[in-house]
């Protein structure tokens, strides 16, 4: 009887650990969608840019572009979403070129030419690095530096401007956490109890005391138009909305010039 109990808690342990492993691995691979091949450069637009290396403060090495604006008065960084990497990103590279802003584009840790594995706290560490070699190389005034994030860099620009608190912030396409997300993809796992990866916008932002424009598009097809205005909602004073039209991956793109009005205004009310 004994030895049928063990093996009945033995078996019954190694289910769960299997379970939970799989869900780990299940976790990771609906969050991130990382590419290695950068097949292109802002050169192929006709903007020039360097190359930049640089590291985290747990020494990852982290690959991104900065593109310089001749008689540019401020400097966008740039947290792209979660999928492909930097060179995915030249439309809205050169939409920030053309409003007079430098950018800084960076890949995180494990997407295109940086080193090492994505997860939350690293992708957290990566804007961090990306901030301060802003400040170290290029000796920027933090108050001229503007915070951008898209969909899940969105996530990583609010914590970043949460702990900084300078200069401007800008999220765009972003949820206000990876549970609520979870919840909605996912309605029958039990998401709040499991995940592992927070990813918690809808707390962070409310630490965040600089201005900020929150965009979301009413048309997203992904992360639903309520997380914008929840976000918004959570926020602080002073704060922007503004609400699109178009898809996840293209509202900016089908916005056109009213998108790029939108945040030439905001930054020029700082």
Known sequence: MEVK?????????IVVCCLYLYFRYFEWKN???????????PESIGLKFEDIFFETD????????????????STLLFCHGNAGNISDRLDSIDIFHSLGLNVFIFDYRGYGKSKGFPT???TYLDAMAAYSWLISEKKLDEDKIIIFGRSLGGSIAIDLAAKINKGLLISESTFTSIVDIGKEFYPFLPIKYCASIKYDSIQKIKNVRIPKLIIHSEDDEIIHFRHGEKLFKASLSPKQFYKMHGGHNDGFIVMGKEY???????IKRK
């Open 5 to 13: 109990i063990i093996k009945y808690v033995v078996g019954t342990l």
């Open 31 to 41: 969050i991130y969608y990382p590419t290695r091949e950068i097949s292109t450069t």
């Open 58 to 73: 747990d020494n990852v090495k982290l690959n991104g572009w900065y593109v310089p604006c001749e008689k540019a008065t």
């Open 120 to 122: 939350e706290r690293g």
């Open 260 to 266: 790029g009005d939108t945040i030439k205004n905001f």
